[in-house]
């Protein structure tokens, strides 16, 4: 079974310090990998998206994927309280299909 | 305003009842996708459609119906035999169902069935 694996948290970090998520998958052949944003009752908000190795920065988050130990990870660097939400890990499995982690809940403390 | 839109945003019904679940895009994507989300969960795929007049089940499909009559439109019916079906529902589109686009997300419809 393809499986998308996170951390449930809380995790807890002080405002102004970097945030690290992290995200690992079972399907060797996925390519594409996204983080979404979700505040409490609300639907997913695309942060970032990432398809080849390395790292990946818009503003304050950078994502990194690394595909021969199959993570992927999103800091947030200098972490506001408007950052606490649920961010969740999405990776596309060999038919295309999106599977989605359970999400990391992330408390920015000020 | 391009975006999706999903209505109701909260729903009640009685058991036994089928439901209907609206969703809308005007962002000219040629895929839909319907999600539902329980409390602690990742999101599980109902249905999706990557073209009009075509759509494929997700991983629980059952009790659920959906139709794609238009390319902007993609209702999800919640019938009487899906066994748990107070959830939250997500509708969400992308430009092409090929994966390496990025999906979009409605703002979502919370069914309670009692």
């Known amino acids: 079974q393809k499986e998308v694996e996170q951390n449930s948290g809380p995790l807890s970090v002080p405002e102004g310090a970097i945030a690290s998520l992290n995200c690992t998958y079972s399907?060797?052949?996925?390519?594409?990998f996204f983080w979404y944003r979700q505040y409490s009752g609300k639907s997913p908000e695309l942060i970032m998206f990432?398809?080849s190795n390395g790292d990946k920065e818009d503003g304050r988050f950078t994502a990194q994927l690394n595909k021969a130990s199959q993570y992927v990870s999103l800091l947030i660097r200098d972490s506001q309280p408007s950052d606490s939400a649920t961010y969740l890990c999405?990776?596309?499995?060999?038919?295309?299909?999106?599977?989605w982690g359970a999400g990391t809940k992330l408390i920015i403390k000020p | 305003d391009g975006g999706i839109t999903q209505s109701p945003k909260y729903l009640f019904r009685k058991e036994g009842q089928n439901v209907t679940l609206s969703c809308e895009q005007n962002?000219?994507?040629?895929?839909m996708y319907w999600y539902r989300q329980d409390p602690g969960q990742g999101l599980r795929l109902i249905y999706y459609?990557?073209?009009?007049?075509?759509?494929q089940k997700g991983d629980i499909a059952e009790g659920y119906s959906v139709s794609r009559e238009k390319k902007e439109s993609f209702p999800l019916t919640v019938t009487s035999a899906q066994k748990n079906p107070t959830a939250f529902y997500l509708c969400?589109?992308?430009?092409?169902?090929?994966?390496?686009?990025?999906?979009?997300f409605g703002p979502g419809t919370r069914l309670t069935v009692t």
């Open positions: 990432i398809y």
């Open positions: 962002l000219n994507h040629d895929a």
């Open positions: 999405a990776v596309t499995d060999s038919n295309y299909q999106l599977i």
């Open positions: 459609s990557q073209i009009v007049n075509d759509f």
């Open positions: 969400a589109s992308s430009m092409t169902g090929t994966g390496f686009h990025e999906q979009y």
């Open positions: 399907d060797r052949g996925s390519q594409s």
